[in-house]
């Protein structure tokens, strides 16, 4: 079950500007061309255009850019939850690759299963989307760790 509760003193607007704060400074999402397309509590969405620089030999998705979408989704979706003025590193995460990743572009979809005072744990989801259609083709599970008092500002 998803926890949806909002982090104290702190409302809707001022999470969703934090999350995309922290985003923006993210240079490989940027690299890769990733946008954040959706952001609730507890559950973020990015979305990767299909470009030729980002496919394996067979002129899929490559397993890279789908699993780093889908990493920070997951860590997207835990920083909805944690307080503000923290930050979000991922411990651990595992993704299986259950089908071609084809399509105009891919949406990782990252949910908060359980969000704890230091670690949580995320369920990710990765769709191929080609003419409005979309096909499952990755699925994971994330470690994250809430950093306490300690903004993510780079140096």
């Known amino acids: 079950?998803?926890?949806?509760?909002?982090?104290?003193?702190?409302?809707a607007a001022?999470?969703?500007k934090r999350v995309r704060d922290s985003f923006d400074r993210q240079g490989l999402m940027r690299h890769l061309g990733a946008t954040l397309i959706a952001i609730e509590p507890g559950e973020v969405h990015i979305k990767l255009p299909f470009r030729d620089e980002l496919t394996q030999q067979h002129g899929y998705f490559h397993a890279g850019g789908t699993s780093a979408i889908a990493d920070t989704a997951g860590g997207f979706a835990g920083l909805t939850l944690f307080?503000?003025?923290?930050?979000?590193?991922t411990v651990e995460f595992k993704v299986n690759l259950i089908a071609p990743a084809r399509g105009d572009h891919l949406e990782a979809v990252g949910?908060?299963?359980r969000s704890g005072r230091t670690?949580?744990?995320?369920?990710?989801?990765?769709f191929a989307?080609?003419?409005g259609e979309r096909v499952l083709v990755a699925v994971g599970q994330q470690t994250l760790?809430?950093?306490r008092d300690r903004p993510a500002d780079r140096a």
Not at 1 to 11: I, S
Not at 83 to 89: I, K
């Open 145 to 147: 760790m809430c950093v």
């Open 83 to 89: 307080p503000a003025g923290s930050s979000v590193l």
């Open 1 to 11: 079950m998803t926890q949806k509760e909002q982090p104290a003193l702190e409302d």
């Open 14 to 16: 001022d999470m969703k």
């Open 111 to 113: 949910k908060v299963v």
């Open 119 to 126: 670690l949580t744990i995320c369920h990710l989801e990765v």
């Open 129 to 131: 989307v080609h003419s």
